[in-house]
């Protein structure tokens, strides 16, 4: 018997940079600091509520402490090696100077960069060639093109010198111009589909910090060019983990986009993705049927087996809607499937990431549905795998499983970008009907996570 489950939970290379910048500035808080802050808050408020609670009979109770299980650190899977982290947070450190588990070399690919920044461009390339050098990734010299400060001048260079040869192209860019960016990323992604990569001249300026800034841009070519760059243990044979999320559509008011990306293969490293373009505003997905199918075939091309488990993790569901994912949504991922077993709900806090200073806000799953045969301690184990695995965030858990992170980012990028023959447009309450599903098929459990309050 085969098994499946679902899980809910509660950008641009430029932007998803400053992002991580601001988000680690925000925990820096010492937490001794914002204890104190934290108590000092509660005490007003008991003190100023505490005739108006005994006047309803009500009374404050003490603060409850909680002791949470410490699963212990994962091992990272390197191409020659494994890595045991000193430390669970960072394994930055510990892997250096082992090979990743494989990419492509970087033979044929363009460099654009302001004329001011040519210098900025060629330290970065020579940073790039020394970190890739360990790991395995081999960059050869790229055509290096210099050009006026617009972005109409980096626009049109990139449709002059980019053809089906061109790898990557990487763009040394000013300053975080919106319209710059966006005119790039729009012609290599709809008109000519070529992996991009964009950096912050003022990035580049960090004295002491290029080999580490470039560890990190190199990784992230290297995903974009399809490579892996780690792996965990996943016990599980024959498993394919599954990310949805729903997008508000920028440019279209009243549509949404839902990402859709699912494993293709044992080590969880290589992903097939999906975007559905709705007429719809909401933030139920009705699209999952042709989805899951694609997702199935993908599968099967490159394994010659069907899955033997799925594990579905859904972002971004209320609780309100729980309730209308498991009527609406499991169903439909059910039926490319032949089985319908016994719903089975549980749910369960994940604190994944480590925070030096500051706090950690747990991450609260719900699972909603389950005929995998897991038990909770497997469910939690893998659910806490998967946050080793989003490559955009290197070295370090992210608080969400890599499927949603990746559902998260297939979604943004499309409401950023017009209408396009490569979105498959499904109308309001009228999803695809598929054909008749595989004969032998796998199960699937849904469960469902959110950020606790």
Not at 69 to 89: D, F, H, N, W, Y
Not at 161 to 184: A, G, R
Not at 315 to 325: C, H, I, N, S
């Amino acid at each position: 018997m085969q098994s499946h489950a679902v899980i809910r939970h509660r950008s641009t290379d430029v932007e998803e940079e400053e992002w991580l910048t601001k988000t680690f500035a925000a925990t820096t808080t010492k937490k001794a600091v914002y204890l104190k802050s934290s108590d000092s808050l509660v005490s007003s408020l008991i003190k100023e509520a505490r005739l108006e609670l005994e006047m309803w009979g009500l009374q404050l109770g003490c603060q409850v402490s909680l002791t949470g299980r410490v699963v212990p650190t994962e091992k990272i899977l390197m191409q020659e090696q494994t890595c045991l982290p000193m430390s669970a947070g960072d394994w930055s450190k510990d892997m250096r100077n082992m090979k990743i588990i494989g990419v492509q070399p970087l033979d044929n690919w363009l460099m654009l960069c302001s004329n001011r920044n040519g210098e900025l461009a060629e330290n970065l390339l020579n940073c790039l060639k020394r970190v890739g050098g360990p790991m395995g990734f081999y960059i050869e010299y790229p055509k290096i093109v210099q050009v006026q400060e617009s972005p109409m001048t980096f626009l049109r260079a990139v449709q002059q010198h980019v053809n089906p040869e061109v790898q990557l192209v990487m763009c040394v860019l000013s300053s975080n111009q919106k319209d710059c960016y966006d005119s790039i990323k729009k012609f290599l992604s709809l008109d000519r589909p070529v992996p991009s990569q964009c950096v912050l001249a003022r990035t580049l300026n960090k004295q002491g910090m290029m080999m580490s800034v470039a560890t990190k841009i190199a990784m992230q070519i290297i995903c974009k060019l399809g490579g892996e760059l780690w792996a965990v243990e996943i016990p599980l044979k024959s498993l394919m983990v599954i990310g949805i999320d729903v997008n508000k559509d920028a440019l279209n008011k009243g549509s949404s986009i839902v990402g859709f990306v699912a494993s293709t293969n044992s080590k969880i490293t290589r992903w097939f993705s999906r975007c559905v373009l709705r007429n719809t505003g909401t933030d139920i997905a009705d699209c999952l049927k042709v989805c899951m199918k694609g997702a199935i075939s993908k599968w099967h091309k490159y394994n010659c087996e069907l899955p033997a488990r799925i594990i579905v993790y859904r972002d971004g569901v209320a609780d309100g809607q729980l309730k209308m994912v498991v009527d609406y949504e499991v169903p439909q991922l059910l039926s490319v499937l032949t089985e319908l077993t016994t719903n089975y709900r549980y749910d369960f806090y994940l604190i994944s990431q480590l925070a030096r200073q500051g706090t950690v806000n747990p991450t609260y799953y719900n699972v909603v549905y389950d005929n995998s045969g897991l038990k909770p301690d497997h469910m939690q184990r893998l659910t806490y795998k998967m946050c080793h695995l989003y490559y955009n965030w290197p070295l370090h858990r992210p608080s969400l499983r890599s499927t949603n992170c990746f559902a998260q980012l297939r979604s943004a990028a499309h409401t950023q970008l017009p209408p396009s023959h490569e979105l498959l447009r499904v109308p309001p309450a009228a999803p695809a009907i598929l054909g008749t599903a595989p004969p032998a098929c796998p199960q699937v459990t849904p469960a469902v996570p959110q950020t606790a309050p």
